[in-house]
């Protein structure tokens, strides 16, 4: 609604945080000063389902601090916030279902706690060179 603006706008000025660089044109924006925009450009209004990806990856703890302050906001509200991360801590401290996509496969469905665990054992093996482990895990959490 065109009425509800002007609160919009100093809402997004407030959580981006950047001072009188807000009046800028963003071309002259740093990668991390856009970064702190766009979350809350993102949130300016109260959307009925809300599609993050990875955005809470990029900027400071104080720009990430404010951004979850505002996804809980929106939940609050009863509307439905759709993270896409690889970080399970993220998850488990903002979500209350989580769903580990591989190569477009559902592996696994579950509470915010227990899949974020299953995936960061998988990553870690794989990381650690232990592909094979990493293989049986996701075999065991396919069900296979």
């Not at 300016?44 to 404010?66: H, K, N, Q, V, W």
């Not at 769903?99 to 509470?111: A, E």
Request: hydrophobic fraction near 40%; aromatic fraction near 4%.
């Amino acid at each position: 609604m065109p009425e509800e603006l002007p609160d919009a706008i100093d809402r997004v000025i407030r959580q981006a945080d950047l001072g009188r660089a807000i009046h800028r044109p963003m071309k002259s924006y740093s990668s991390g000063m856009s970064a702190r925009l766009r979350f809350p450009s993102a949130t300016a209004t109260e959307p009925e389902i809300l599609l993050i990806d990875e955005a809470l990856a990029t900027g400071d703890a104080a720009s990430r601090e404010r951004a979850e302050r505002r996804m809980a906001e929106i939940r609050e509200r009863a509307g439905t916030v759709l993270v896409v991360t690889r970080s399970g801590q993220m998850v488990e401290e903002t979500c209350t279902r989580a769903i580990w996509l591989h190569d477009g496969v559902i592996v696994k469905d579950g509470p915010a706690v227990e899949t974020p665990q299953a995936y960061r054992w998988w990553a870690h093996n794989v990381a650690q060179g232990k592909q094979d482990v990493a293989d049986e895990l996701l075999a065991k959490a396919l069900g296979a």
